[in-house]
Structure formats: C-alpha cells, structure tokens
C-alpha cells in the first residue's frame, strides 16, 4: 500500500452485512476493498483503502446502513499507515480446516462484472439455511452463487437472478426461515454489486 493512502477498518457483525456495507462504502466513495476478513466469529472486518477523506466517507456511510439493519459496528482511519501494520492488514488468508474456509475474502483477478442482482440470505442455523435456499431455488429463475459459513452456526447464502426474480427468492426464503422458526440475520438485495465486492464473492 502506498504511504500516499488511508487504512479504514471498518467491523460489522456478521457476513452479510458486511458485504451489502461493503457495496454502499464502493459506492459512497473513491475508496478501493482490500479485503473482508473474519474475526474468528460472526463480525467481519472490512478494508477499505484511499484518501483519508473518502475512506473515513465510505466508513460513516457504512456504519449508518449497519446500524439501520440493526447491525453492530465501528470503524477506525489510519491516516498512512506504517507498512508494517500495512502488510498485517493485507496479510494471505489462513484456512480454518474447521469451517472448510479462508478467514479473508481477498479481490480474485481478472473477475467479470455481473449485472445480475446479488441476494443474500443469513441465518443461524443449518435447517433453514437449506430448506430457503431450496424454496428459493424453486421459486422463481435465480441461480445458487454459494455458500458460506463464519462459525457460531451462522450460514450466508448467495443467489443470483435479475433484481425481480432474486427479491421474489430472497422474499420466499425470509419466509421459510420464519415459518421454521429458524433465527434469520438478514434478508435482501443488491440490485448492482460494485466490482469491488463482485471480485470478492464466489465465482
């Protein structure tokens, strides 16, 4: 990283959150996602870089989106890090054999930008995780882009579709949640991820 730029981190509980923060922060301001990283627990810990003034814009917007889905967060500047605290930062994602993941979500090159929308659905809990994403797939033409876990039994499905099929999906998928009663994180819809997220998800 450049002595030129800014470190914001930037912490939100749990994964889906953070990638819909994580879009909005893309979006608010010329900053640029190094990486999401696990906290070994549900927040994750998102890393944005660029002028002081954009990342510390990026992080407010996306501490005030967390907080109105109700989720914790905080947020810290590091106006040109020292590069030590740099290479910390951007350091290779570890595999946790226990999860079957990688604790950071990295850019992957040469990623090909999607104007599909992006639907997220997280629960705590297995169950509904897999009876939704099932209801989901049924209901309208949406395609499965992944699964992903962070521990504490937290599961974040990713599906795709155009924006009306993926909110139809996600919407069926929130209910199935409720009518198990399975405890359900969030539910919702990107409708145009940023390419900064879009190099981070699944492929």
Not at 64 to 89: I, K, N, Y
Not at 100 to 114: A, C, H, L, Q
Not at 156 to 167: K, L
Request: charged share 15%; proline share 3%; hydrophobic share 50%.
């Amino acid at each position: 990283m450049s002595n030129s730029l800014s470190l914001a981190l930037l912490e939100v509980s749990n994964l889906a959150p953070s990638f819909i923060v994580a879009d909005a922060c893309s979006k608010t301001a010329n900053i640029h996602i190094v990486g999401i990283e696990s906290t070994d627990g549900a927040a994750q810990c998102i890393k944005l870089v660029g002028s002081v003034a954009d990342v510390r814009a990026a992080a407010e917007r996306g501490m005030e989106l967390a907080r109105q889905m109700g989720s914790a967060a905080m947020f810290s500047v590091m106006a040109a890090p020292l590069e030590v605290t740099s290479q910390l930062a951007n350091s290779k994602p570890a595999f946790s054999p226990l999860l079957g993941v990688y604790d950071s979500r990295i850019p992957k090159e040469n990623v090909m930008t999607t104007t599909n929308a992006l639907g997220l659905l997280e629960t705590q809990g297995l169950v509904a995780a897999l009876h939704a994403t099932d209801d989901m797939l049924k209901s309208s033409n949406v395609t499965l882009a992944g699964k992903e876990k962070i521990g504490a039994a937290y599961v974040t499905i990713m599906i795709r579709g155009d924006v009306a099929a993926v909110q139809t999906a996600i919407e069926v998928g929130r209910q199935t949640v409720e009518r198990l009663g399975g405890k359900l994180i969030l539910a919702d819809v990107i409708a145009r991820p940023h390419a900064d997220l879009a190099a981070l998800l699944p492929s």
